[in-house]
């Protein structure tokens, strides 16, 4: 029986598969903050990237296939999410690619494929900008890369259902169970105003990178990620029927199918 769980009732009643076991996870002290991180399984690295306000648990249903196909799953709680912490200073993608590759020297991983989910991907693509030479290829799902792409706010069932499951983590995992509206905040301010990528800088990015968003997505319009397709030199765009920002917990087979097609491409 294949899985659905279009409208997350089962993700409010049990929450999201645990994580398995990491061969490797520790902390990377890294400009103010300590990065979490936990390493999967062997061979080509992948690392995922959650979104705002989520923490690396949120890739159950992904870390296994990507195990499964043979790859190196690496999970990051971004700075003060999950089991992160944070400092004072503003939030920006530049400083969450940052931490990443903190990480990555901690991991000793030279290139890796991104898997990315909303600020997670922008984060990824940011990461590839910089340095590209440390990026195979982008998964880049569900985010805007300037602030024409994002839709008018409508709360929904769903995002409320998320939303308590992003309390929930924070208040379990995180060093200041208190302060899940603070981190809200700083990163709806980060969002207000970035990312900001002109398409001259959208140009010069090189990496392959699958453009991928679910049809129904609460908060992404479909032609600012048709334009981001068509700006970047090497990508492609997926429309992912009748799934929605949340597609990873909504339909994993149906994301896992895209996901893992992709980094058979770019991971030899």
Known sequence: MVFRDI?????ERHGIPPLPEPDEQGFVETRGARIWYGSHGSGPAVILLHGGMGNSGNWGY????IIDAGYRA??????GHGRSTRDAR????????ADTRSVMERLQIHKAAIIGWSDGADTGLILAQETPERVAGIFFFACNVDNSGTRPFEFTPIIGRIWQQHQKDYAARSATPGDFDALSAAVEAM???????PAAELAAIAVPVAVVLGEHDEFIKKEHMAYLAET???AALHILPGLSHFAPLQSPDVFNDAMLA????VLR
Do not use: K
């Open 7 to 11: 409208d997350l009732t089962h993700l």
């Open 90 to 97: 503003d939030y920006s993608y530049q400083l969450m690619a």
């Open 62 to 65: 992904q870390v296994p296939a």
């Open 232 to 234: 970047l030199p090497d």
């Open 191 to 197: 969002q207000r105003t970035q990312p900001n990528l």
């Open 262 to 265: 992709f980094l058979s491409g």
């Open 74 to 79: 690496v999970v990051v709680d971004s700075r």
